[in-house]
């Protein structure tokens, strides 16, 4: 294996071992948990007419003031997911406009557990350079919506897959209502991007209601196999999945993957059609990924019939793989059909 490859699986076990902290919610499997796809995607409500609030900071309004750049909003709304915390009854989500009004919109969601959204951010100002508006949302139990004094991301997941389930169809939801906000302000098309976790909300939103557009950067696309194959040692040993036990998922591992299967095929996105033009989704794979696996990456991208770019890193560097972002970009534009003049003026 090459040196670069060895590095870059390095870095992933040095952040699987800092995922295996992270608390999740106290719960056990319940018996009422919706497992039929279709079922479950009907209760959500992917078609919101409520309005997001908008509000301009005042220290972006002077920054836009002296650099001319686009302009900034802090967008809040109601949300609805398990928990009572405040992160858990509302939407919170930054864009950056494009000064022309017709200007496309890129929703970008972030992985699991960021500290913070520097690489969305980037990634927003990227986009505004090219003639795009981005709008970055925070997912429940996350940033600005995480339970107070703990770690980003405590909470999200549980031993209930029900429960986590239960939040990626929140932040589908989430993102519906963003989507519903750029098109109702006259964006004359829309696009997703998102990376692991952010990977997976993206692609389960293309699965369900059609963009524009779909970057899908190694999301987490079967959570069954990343519980029992990737999640961190000290995640298995916390969930009795060792020597192969199955935990409270069945008597041994054969019978734990039967049931995490079932249980997860709902947010198991190979598992749904996309509502997407399979000809404007790119799935991102990480060739080395030690944290959601490479072929479930790959098996997805088969599934639904899309371009597949390969790049030979693991799950984190692969962010910052030589050419990557500019190709995402240059997509994008492509897919949203971004005029040159508005590259130019933004």
């Given at each position: 294996m090459?040196?670069?490859?060895?590095?870059?699986?390095?870095?992933?076990?040095?952040?699987?071992?800092?995922?295996?902290?992270?608390?999740m919610?106290?719960?056990?499997?319940?018996?009422?948990?919706?497992?039929?796809?279709?079922?479950?995607?009907?209760?959500?409500?992917?078609?919101?007419?409520?309005?997001?609030?908008?509000?301009e900071?005042?220290?972006?309004?002077?920054?836009?003031?002296?650099?001319?750049?686009?302009?900034?909003?802090?967008?809040?709304?109601?949300?609805?997911?398990?928990?009572?915390?405040?992160?858990?009854?509302?939407l919170r989500?930054?864009?950056?406009?494009?000064?022309?009004?017709?200007?496309?919109?890129?929703?970008?969601?972030?992985?699991?557990?960021?500290p913070?959204?520097?690489?969305?951010?980037?990634?927003?100002?990227?986009?505004?350079?090219?003639?795009?508006?981005?709008?970055?949302?925070?997912?429940?139990?996350?940033?600005?919506?995480?339970?107070?004094?703990h770690?980003?991301?405590?909470?999200f997941?549980?031993?209930?897959?029900?429960?986590?389930?239960?939040?990626?169809?929140?932040?589908?939801?989430?993102?519906?209502?963003?989507?519903?906000?750029?098109?109702?302000?006259?964006a004359?098309?829309?696009?997703v991007?998102?990376?692991?976790?952010?990977?997976?909300?993206?692609?389960?939103?293309?699965?369900?209601?059609?963009?524009?557009?779909?970057?899908?950067?190694?999301?987490?696309?079967?959570?069954?196999?990343?519980?029992?194959?990737?999640?961190?040692?000290?995640?298995?040993?916390?969930?009795?999945?060792?020597?192969?036990?199955?935990?409270?998922?069945?008597?041994?591992?054969?019978?734990?993957?039967?049931?995490?299967?079932?249980?997860?095929?709902?947010?198991?996105?190979?598992?749904?059609?996309?509502?997407?033009?399979?000809?404007?989704?790119?799935?991102?794979?990480a060739?080395?990924?030690?944290?959601?696996?490479?072929?479930?990456?790959?098996?997805?991208?088969?599934?639904?019939?899309?371009?597949?770019w390969?790049?030979?890193?693991?799950?984190?560097?692969?962010?910052?793989?030589?050419?990557?972002?500019?190709?995402?970009?240059?997509?994008?534009?492509?897919?949203?059909?971004?005029?040159?003049?508005?590259?130019?003026?933004?």
């Open positions: 090459p040196v670069a490859a060895r590095l870059s699986r390095a870095v992933d076990r040095g952040v699987l071992w800092r995922l295996g902290m992270i608390g919610a106290e719960a056990g499997p319940g018996p009422g948990d919706a497992t039929e796809p279709a079922a479950f995607w009907a209760a959500a409500r992917l078609d919101p007419d409520g309005e997001l609030e908008e509000r900071l005042p220290r972006a309004r002077r920054r836009r003031a002296r650099a001319g750049a686009g302009l900034r909003l802090e967008l809040t709304g109601p949300s609805d997911g398990p928990g009572d915390h405040w992160g858990a009854r509302h989500a930054r864009a950056l406009l494009h000064p022309d009004p017709g200007a496309p919109v890129v929703v970008v969601l972030h992985g699991y557990a960021v913070t959204a520097w690489y969305e951010e980037r990634t927003m100002q990227q986009l505004l350079r090219r003639g795009m508006s981005a709008v970055r949302v925070e997912l429940p139990f996350h940033l600005s919506r995480r339970l107070r004094r770690s980003p991301g405590h909470g997941f549980s031993s209930d897959i029900g429960h986590a389930a239960a939040v990626l169809r929140q932040a589908v939801e989430d993102v519906a209502g963003v989507v519903a906000w750029a098109r109702r302000r006259g004359p098309a829309v696009g991007q998102g990376v692991s976790l952010g990977g997976l909300v993206a692609t389960l939103y293309a699965a369900n209601r059609p963009v524009e557009s779909a970057m899908l950067i190694t999301p987490a696309c079967d959570l069954a196999r990343i519980i029992l194959e990737t999640s961190p040692p000290r995640l298995r040993r916390r969930l009795g999945l060792v020597d192969g036990r199955g935990g409270a998922w069945g008597v041994d591992v054969v019978a734990a993957r039967a049931e995490l299967e079932k249980r997860a095929a709902p947010v198991v996105p190979r598992h749904l059609r996309p509502r997407t033009d399979p000809d404007r989704i790119v799935v991102v794979v060739d080395h990924d030690l944290i959601v696996g490479a072929a479930p990456v790959r098996e997805l991208a088969a599934a639904w019939g899309t371009d597949l390969s790049y030979p890193h693991a799950h984190v560097t692969v962010m910052s793989a030589r050419g990557l972002a500019d190709r995402l970009q240059r997509r994008l534009a492509a897919d949203l059909a971004v005029p040159v003049s508005l590259a130019a003026t933004g």
